[in-house]
């Protein structure tokens, strides 16, 4: 990943409360189909025949009375200083001994955010983030116009999308209009609604910029598809409204990219519409929690020199860069190698998007598969399993071992050779790992270049297995093509390697 020179910053103002672990309190028992009877949504694409709009106070009219205030509390551990309260005390003797208490002198100080949330039914359900609220003590929703405060319940909360769903009693509410994301267009105008600083009711405009935003660590490897957009958003929008020209909801804003001052520079993000309001129906159908789909594989993107490997005239598909064993992908047939460019029959474009598309499916669906494998298409059915039950980090696949050493390189500037005991315990390779050794690699060569290592073992060669050095040589000797595939395993991980041997 590209180091990144700019800071990405929560919105939630004053004090920001990070959850960090699903909450387990819940309003009630309903399910999505009962809340989704009041929720209001409006698909159509946003006109564009009238041409310039002269104002968006009639759109901004409709969204203002369903963007609240939500304050957060959270008792944390006192941290006094003994020596800095004697200094303020001397200098200030005004100051009372509740600010002590309050600010670390005390048992219990209170962490204390601000932040926005958006009413989408009448009787009291509020879309916001969960680091707003998911790991609150207390939670306060202040209305707009009239000010009436409510306590706020936490039906559920989703750290991995920082979404979050809350609800107050309180009927006969303006509910927010709920677009589709999914028709959005770099270009078109959003409206940001929300409480930057403290400042209540602000609307600031500006276009969208791009979507599909991921891979911006801003959910800290949770599954981000965020809008960007360069309507000015500020600290305390979190949580808020972002809505199109007719204030239609596409968006909850979550955060913005500023180089270390904490404030606006033209770029922030929001949650999709689309996906929020999928999380809402998990959380309610799910008991506050949200169950992902799982299929057990790793993935990587093609470059130019994959796609020349597998005789593909684009970089289009994810390849497989590993099967985990006893997994759903492992029980249906899938093979490193092989190369996934289509899922439920819409096509694969990135591994994100597909990794997005897998974690928004429930465990236990059936589910296709398209795969390019030695250049024939297959197609898979899977039942994906559970992602909450599994733990990658143990994974390992099988193999076995058969020693047989040959001196001479493979490719340019690489010699290899047969896995002795001696090298499985340098390593510290399971027995059940068979491959070749990679032995020396020269610098400046194509196989340096392009990633092979000593102590590298190959396990495949032109997507056949490995088993001997012999082996390895008969199969680089019969190859006829210029990218050569070479599936590696390396400190308990798997990968796939391209390797030219061409220029």
Known sequence: MKRNLFTFIPLLAIGGLLASSLPTVRADSIKFADLEKRITVDKSPVSTENGAVASYAPALKKVMPTVVTIESRKAVEATSNPMQEEMLKRFFPDIPDEYFDRHGGGNSPMQEGLGSGVIISEDGYILTNNHVVGDADEITVILPDTHKEYEGTLVGADPRTDVALIKIEETGLQAITIGDSAKLNIGDVALAVGNPLGLEQTA??????????????????????????????????????????????????????????????????????????????????????????F?????????????????????????????????????????????????????????????????????????????????????????????????????????????????????????????????????????????????????????????????????????????????????????????????????????????????
Do not use: C, W
């Open 204 to 293: 600031t405009i500006g276009i969208i910029s791009a979507v599909g935003r991921n891979e911006l660590n801003i959910t800290n490897g949770g599954f981000e598809n965020f809008i960007q957009t360069d309507a000015a958003i500020n600290r305390g929008n979190s949580g808020g409204a972002l809505v199109d020209a007719q204030g239609r909801l596409i968006g909850i804003n979550t955060a913005i990219q500023s180089n270390f001052t904490g404030g606006n520079i033209g770029i922030g993000f929001a949650i999709p519409s689309n996906m929020a309001l999928n999380i809402v129906q998990r959380l309610l159908d799910d008991g506050g929690t949200v169950r992902r789909g």
């Open 295 to 503: 299929l057990g594989v790793s993935l990587r993107e093609i470059d130019n020199n994959y796609a020349r490997a597998l005789g593909r005239d684009d970089l289009s598909g994810v390849l497989i860069t590993e099967v985990h064993p006893d997994t759903p992908a492992e029980k249906s047939g899938m093979k490193p190698g092989d190369l996934i460019v289509g899922y439920n029959d819409k096509d694969v474009d990135g591994v994100q998007r597909l990794r997005l598309d897998i974690s928004n499916t429930s465990p236990g669906t059936d589910v296709n598969f398209s795969v390019i494998r030695n250049g024939k298409e297959k197609d898979f059915s899977v039942e994906l399993g559970d992602l909450e039950e599994v733990n990658l980090a143990g994974f390992t696949s099988p193999g076995r071992e058969k020693p047989e050493a040959k001196p001479k390189e493979l490719v340019e500037g690489v010699r290899v050779k047969d896995i002795a005991e001696e090298d499985r315990e340098a390593l510290q390779l399971d027995e059940s790992v068979e491959g070749v050794l990679v032995e020396s690699v020269k610098d400046n060569v194509s196989a340096a270049a392009n990633g092979l290592r000593p102590g590298v073992v190959i396990t495949q060669i032109d997507q056949k297995d490995v088993k001997s050095s012999k082996e390895a040589h008969d199969i680089v000797s019969g190859f006829e093509g210029d990218v050569l595939l070479l599936q590696v395993y390396a400190g308990g991980r798997r990968d796939i390697l391209a390797i030219p041997l061409t220029e």
